[in-house]
């Protein structure tokens, strides 16, 4: 594995690279926010926020001010340090996948020769943060949200795996840049549909999100983990999930769906960027329109469907990829 | 041993409500729970008591009119209906045939939209947050429909002594007629985001099954019962008005669980609308209030009736004594008893079954406590 030597020039790039990308986050989720909550209302058969704005675009601005304003309330009885470090540990392990995914040809932080790798182990990181919620916000029900969320991650995060895996035998590499280049002809997707489903249903599943939102059921639990977080707390978890469906989408992209390639564009290699955000924005569509159509799975029959179906399915997929490659 | 050693050092209490979610009102129920496991669920009443019995007792027999829509408001004009045949009965008043199926259209109207509001609820408890909007924008429909005639959008105080307080008109009619129409259309909508939902069929399928033989020891009414296989309903097996002049089915389920209660509500719907047609196609004319004394003397002796709310079974017994206020008034709703089967109902399953339970029997806990 070749290094780069931090020389000037680079070590600014990345600096500014890392800016970017923060900021582009909080923008992220803004936007991800206002189009959740336009898809649905129009899904709902109202209009969404109309008031702020035209057709309420500074609706999430507004937002962001009124959530800066809270007061920031600390329960009785927790464990400080644990409470205040929660919405924290959500928010970080979130922006470093961001780092390594290719949003064009030339656009790319830093390109790691594991960069699959990489971006896996940060979800499981993310699981952390939740069991560091709920235990520190010394109630029954926080403590129920965060326990349902470890077991879901865990249990969710081997089709994922598998289901790269299957990109990763094609490919030969686990290096986002070389896997969306190697997609120049034919998109994954196509080649491997089954791995693409699965990809989704689990990431769907990894970030707490509809039909698969249990941490944060609100019906049964009153908001699960966060239920004791007012104000910026609970706006950093919630830009945590949000650039999470962010992540899970991007990946998705650059594995299945060719990342970056595209109709031919002048300034092709920056501009690749304008296709990549069609993809990904297209399966944060899908991802929102399916959190307002489908109720809630119980517990156990979210275990049972990633240990019987999910597993099996992706098992039998990377034999078969196997096969047909040897062949 | 290490099994049940496991389950003992991990028993704690869950208090879920009074204020909850996705308890129909202000509910409390204590929960001991080991792991995900509910060992012993017991409701807890009282939250929402507002003495509506001893109001009966205080004040003259008209004046209790407003009372019996506050206490089941999803569904109030059944209760109406309940307490102006009561006082019909008692005192031998006798009520216009116009104003007997005006009161059967607006009553099976008002069904309709406590089952609109129950299956979005429902839905909601389970994590789907669309069909509760849908199945509003149906209930505007009826509101706006009923309040044209009775002023009032939730809390109706429609019926009167001998009849009902203001005649129907054309407009009505028509917009009820289109109402049918339309809720027709949109039961496929239903049909295919809910009933064919492959995860709301999981959820709902083979849990909490009631037996009929504990759906009778407990007194469970209504669709609970008739989900449970049951063919009771008062409306077919104690006449009252003129439903024996309609011809309409009762829904029954086989199984006794969620689904089958779920269908059974909706099919109920379905019927409803059948009466409302067949009501509106043989509206006959005439006064729509009867004869009613001035001051309404309650004979001694007690009288007893019985009216198929949205829940089940509605009964108001009232016990006179020559005033015209009654000595005392008994009202039977049917939450209280579909309720009563939680503790051995809810015994070793999961909390999101729990949840799924609940919903599914269509409580209303203001008309539990009164």
């Known amino acids: 594995m070749e290094t780069i030597s931090m020389l000037p020039p680079e070590l600014i790039r990345m600096v500014i690279a890392v800016i970017i990308i923060i900021s582009f986050l909080f923008i992220n989720a803004i936007m991800m926010g206002y189009l959740e909550r336009k898809i649905a209302g129009h899904v709902q058969r109202r209009p969404g926020p109309m008031e702020v704005g035209f057709h309420g675009i500074l609706q999430l601005i507004v937002d962001g001010v009124k959530l800066l304003a809270k007061e920031l309330l600390i329960p009785f009885n927790v464990d400080r340090t644990l409470f205040r470090v929660a919405p924290l540990l959500s928010f970080t392990p979130v922006i470093l996948p961001l780092l390594?995914?290719?949003?064009?040809?030339?656009?790319?932080?830093?390109?790691?020769?594991l960069g699959l790798i990489f971006i896996v182990s940060m979800g499981s990181v993310n699981v952390m943060s939740l069991l560091v919620a709920g235990w520190g916000s010394n109630n029954k029900y926080s403590m129920f949200g965060a326990m349902r969320a470890v077991a879901q991650s865990i249990a969710y995060e081997i089709p994922i795996l598998l289901s790269?895996?299957?990109?990763?035998?094609?490919?030969?590499?686990?290096?986002?840049?070389?896997?969306?280049?190697?997609?120049?002809?034919?998109?994954?997707?196509?080649?491997?549909?089954?791995?693409?489903?699965?990809?989704?249903?689990?990431?769907l599943a990894e970030t707490n999100r509809a039909p698969f939102d249990l941490p944060e059921a609100e019906s049964e639990l009153t908001a699960g983990f966060h239920t004791e977080y007012s104000g910026m707390g609970f706006s950093l978890f919630f830009i945590g999930e949000y650039t999470n469906m962010f992540i899970v989408a991007s990946v998705a992209t650059v594995l299945f769906l060719g990342g970056w390639h595209g109709p031919h564009l002048p300034y092709g290699e920056y501009l690749g960027i304008v296709w990549f955000f069609l993809k990904v924005y297209f399966l944060l569509f899908l991802m929102i329109m399916v959190r307002w159509t489908y109720p809630r799975v119980r517990f156990d029959q979210l275990l049972n469907f990633a240990w019987k179906y999910l597993v099996p399915f992706s098992l039998v997929n990377i034999l078969i990829t196997a096969v047909l490659i040897k062949l | 041993m290490l099994e049940s050693d496991f389950q003992e050092r991990n028993r704690f209490f869950l208090n879920m409500g009074p204020?909850?979610?996705?308890?129909?009102?202000?509910?409390?129920?204590?929960?001991?729970?080991?792991?995900?496991?509910?060992?012993?669920?017991q409701p807890v009443l009282g939250f929402i008591h507002r003495m509506h019995e001893k109001m009966a007792e205080s004040r003259p027999c008209q004046s209790f009119m407003p009372n019996t829509a506050r206490m089941d408001y999803v569904c109030a004009l059944p209760y109406n209906h309940g307490y102006v045949s009561l006082i019909e009965r008692k005192a031998g008043i006798e009520v216009p045939r116009r104003a007997e199926y005006i009161r059967v259209i607006t009553s099976e109207l008002?069904?309709?939209?406590?089952?609109?509001?129950?299956?979005?609820?429902?839905?909601?408890?389970?994590?789907?947050?669309?069909?509760?909007?849908?199945?509003?924008?149906?209930?505007?429909?009826?509101?706006?429909?009923?309040?044209?005639?009775?002023?009032?959008?939730?809390?109706?105080?429609?019926?009167?002594?001998?009849?009902?307080?203001?005649?129907?008109?054309?407009?009505?009619?028509?917009?009820?007629?289109?109402?049918?129409?339309?809720?027709?259309?949109?039961?496929?909508?239903?049909?295919?985001?809910?009933?064919?939902?492959?995860?709301?069929?999981?959820?709902?399928?083979?849990?909490?099954?009631?037996?009929?033989?504990?759906?009778?020891?407990y007194g469970i009414t209504g669709p609970n019962l008739r989900g449970s296989g049951i063919a009771y309903?008062?409306?077919?097996?104690?006449?009252?008005?003129?439903?024996?002049?309609?011809?309409?089915?009762?829904?029954?389920?086989?199984?006794?669980?969620?689904?089958?209660?779920?269908?059974?509500?909706?099919?109920?719907?379905?019927?409803?609308?059948?009466?409302?047609?067949?009501?509106?196609?043989?509206?006959?004319?005439?006064?729509?209030?009867?004869?009613?004394?001035?001051?309404?003397?309650?004979?001694?002796?007690?009288?007893?009736?019985?009216?198929?709310?949205?829940?089940?079974?509605?009964?108001?017994?009232?016990?006179?004594?020559?005033?015209?206020?009654?000595?005392?008034?008994?009202?039977?709703?049917?939450?209280?008893?579909?309720?009563?089967c939680l503790p051995e109902l809810g015994r070793g399953i999961l909390l999101p079954d729990l949840v799924s339970i609940l919903g599914s029997f269509d409580l209303v806990i203001p008309e539990m406590d009164r």
């Open chain 1, 100 to 113: 390594v995914i290719p949003f064009s040809e030339k656009l790319q932080a830093r390109d790691l020769n």
């Open chain 1, 164 to 203: 790269m895996l299957a990109v990763v035998l094609m490919c030969n590499t686990f290096s986002l840049k070389e896997i969306v280049g190697a997609q120049e002809k034919i998109w994954f997707v196509c080649l491997q549909p089954v791995a693409f489903l699965i990809y989704v249903i689990a990431g």
């Open chain 2, 19 to 41: 204020q909850h979610p996705s308890t129909h009102g202000v509910l409390l129920i204590v929960l001991e729970m080991s792991g995900e496991y509910v060992l012993d669920p």
């Open chain 2, 110 to 217: 008002n069904r309709i939209a406590s089952h609109l509001l129950w299956l979005g609820a429902y839905l909601l408890d389970l994590g789907a947050f669309t069909p509760i909007l849908y199945g509003f924008d149906d209930r505007e429909h009826i509101l706006d429909i009923l309040e044209d005639i009775t002023g009032s959008r939730l809390t109706y105080c429609y019926y009167r002594f001998g009849g009902v307080s203001r005649d129907i008109d054309d407009k009505f009619v028509d917009a009820t007629r289109a109402f049918i129409k339309r809720l027709r259309k949109r039961f496929v909508i239903y049909e295919k985001l809910v009933t064919k939902n492959i995860i709301f069929i999981k959820r709902a399928e083979n849990i909490g099954i009631v037996s009929p033989d504990m759906a009778i020891r």
């Open chain 2, 233 to 340: 309903d008062v409306r077919k097996n104690e006449p009252y008005s003129v439903y024996p002049e309609f011809d309409f089915e009762i829904p029954v389920g086989e199984q006794g669980d969620c689904l089958d209660r779920y269908m059974v509500r909706v099919r109920e719907m379905e019927q409803s609308l059948r009466i409302i047609e067949q009501a509106l196609d043989r509206l006959p004319e005439g006064p729509v209030r009867g004869k009613v004394p001035k001051n309404i003397k309650l004979s001694p002796g007690d009288c007893n009736f019985a009216v198929e709310a949205a829940r089940g079974e509605l009964s108001y017994y009232l016990v006179g004594d020559g005033t015209g206020v009654p000595y005392r008034l008994k009202i039977r709703v049917p939450s209280y008893s579909n309720l009563s």
